[in-house]
């Protein structure tokens, strides 16, 4: 491994992207190198860099460093023990260097979950064949150790569930649709103004990055390929103010909430969580992601999941582990010892309680009628909530069912639309108990 070659040597990085990651990155290992080198065993040193803009300012010292205008030639150079990849995408250069590195014999860092999630099995074969690293802390959940927790730390345990929230920015949504009242586009537009939200939000509200994360975490924790076609996703665009007022009267928050169970699709949806529950609890842009494992029980890590600071933490942890020799297998075991994502699940999500909210006409046989076609399709309901008191006038009727599969709520929903007093598409939301009470 390039690390063996040249123990006294400092190790040689190549940075790919200097934007906000990679730019903290180099700028760290630049200001901090002696700090660093004394937990590592060695010292770093970048001797090439690559981004789009070659005039940016980047706030560390350039001289002596390569300007390389193609990041995929960072890959072949002989002065790079370390490729670490800042760019970001699932294919283009950020694919391409990654494979030319790992093939070329060297160790790879980086954040790109998106790149994990759709072509980590044949890159950690890759990794594997040439006996390098195939690094990735700040992929998941950013400063919250979140990887080398769930593939070091809890590696003994048969892991019964993973749940989390994984996206900074919809957490900060939903926190302030809750605070505030505010409806979606507005808090999605101010989070643009503020820098906490894309331009193209897409990725983020959709639920596709927290999906990517969750793909990476149940490939380590269930011992499988990352699958990332194989995951339910669905994001936060539908969901209402008013619905924040009414999960609370029932004891709930709605959160963004991955949940990842041996055998089952993994899910990523916008969900109720028990008020009590630890997860429930983190707002804002913090991450979150609950363990529930034999024999360990359930661990919650909580931190800042995105930024300079908090993603740069994690690649640096990357780095001083290979500079250490500790190079784990990347999603924890030999790629020959992975089972075939695709082919281990064996059933969508399992029968959950559900939130469920109707607009209806407020007169007399409303409720008859709903509850008819809920006993139709055999969905009893645990709590029922119904606000103000306006005959003739639309008001909601909310309530929370007992656990039902998703085919049944479905049709059941389908229904329901169509009696004459239901006004408006239903809105439902399964409840999660995502963690033992804290
Ligand atoms: N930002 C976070 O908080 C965070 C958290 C976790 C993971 N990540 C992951 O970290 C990675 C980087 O994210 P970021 O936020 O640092 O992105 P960013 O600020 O947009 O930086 C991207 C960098 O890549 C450079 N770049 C873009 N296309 C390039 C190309 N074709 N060739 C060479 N360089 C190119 C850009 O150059 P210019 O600077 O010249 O434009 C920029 O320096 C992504 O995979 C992301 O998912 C980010």
């Not at 008859?368 to 139709?376: E, I, K, N, Y």
């Amino acid at each position: 491994m390039p690390s063996d070659k040249h123990p006294n040597q400092p190790l040689r990085v190549g940075v790919a992207g200097l934007g906000v990651v990679g730019g903290e990155v180099a700028r760290q290992l630049s200001h901090r190198g002696v700090d660093i080198a004394a937990v590592a065993g060695r010292p770093f040193t970048i001797t090439a860099v690559s981004a789009r803009s070659r005039n940016t300012d980047r706030g560390f010292d350039m001289t002596g460093i390569a300007w390389v205008e193609n990041a995929a030639d960072i890959a072949s150079r002989d002065d790079v023990d370390i490729v670490v990849e800042m760019i970001g995408g699932e294919e283009g250069v950020a694919l391409d260097l990654v494979r030319d590195a790992l093939a070329s014999g060297k160790h790879v860092v980086t954040a790109n979950k998106a790149l994990l999630a759709h072509h980590g099995t044949e890159l950690a074969t890759l990794a594997e064949a040439n006996n390098v690293g195939l690094m990735f802390e700040a992929a998941v959940a950013g400063g919250i150790p979140a990887v080398k927790a769930l593939r070091e730390g809890l590696a003994a345990n048969r892991i019964s569930r993973v749940s989390g929230i994984l996206n900074g920015t919809c957490n900060y949504i939903l926190t302030r649709m809750e605070r505030t009242g505010e409806a979606f586009a507005d808090v999605l537009a101010d989070a643009q103004k503020l820098g906490y939200a894309e331009a193209e939000p897409s990725l983020d509200v959709d639920g596709i990055d927290a999906a990517h994360k969750l793909t990476i975490l149940a490939a380590i924790a269930f011992g499988q390929t990352p699958q990332f076609d194989h995951v339910a996703i669905s994001g936060i665009r539908d969901v209402s103010a008013v619905d924040f007022a009414y999960a609370a009267q029932l004891g709930f928050r709605i959160k963004l909430v991955g949940v990842a169970e041996p055998g089952r699709m993994p899910r990523m949806q916008t969900c109720l969580l028990p008020i009590s529950t630890q997860l429930a609890k983190v707002d804002g842009v913090l991450n979150a992601v609950a363990f529930e494992g034999d024999p360990v029980g359930t661990t919650v890590l909580t931190g800042p999941g995105a930024g300079a600071g908090a993603t740069s933490s994690a690649v640096l942890s990357d780095l001083v582990d290979i500079a250490a020799g500790r190079i784990p297998c990347t999603f924890g075991r030999p790629v020959a010892a992975l089972r075939n994502g695709s082919k281990v699940v064996n059933g969508g999500g399992p029968d959950t309680p559900f939130y469920v909210r109707l607009m209806v006409v407020d007169k007399p046989g409303v409720l008859a009628d709903v509850t008819s076609v809920l006993q139709t399709h055999a969905i009893s309901v645990e709590s029922l909530l119904q606000q103000g008191r306006a005959p003739q006038d639309v008001v909601a009727l909310v309530m929370t069912t007992h656990e039902v599969s998703v085919d049944h709520l479905m049709k059941a929903l389908d229904e329901l639309e169509s009696l004459s007093c239901v006004q408006a598409p239903p809105v439902a939301m399964p409840i999660v108990v995502a963690d033992q009470e804290g």
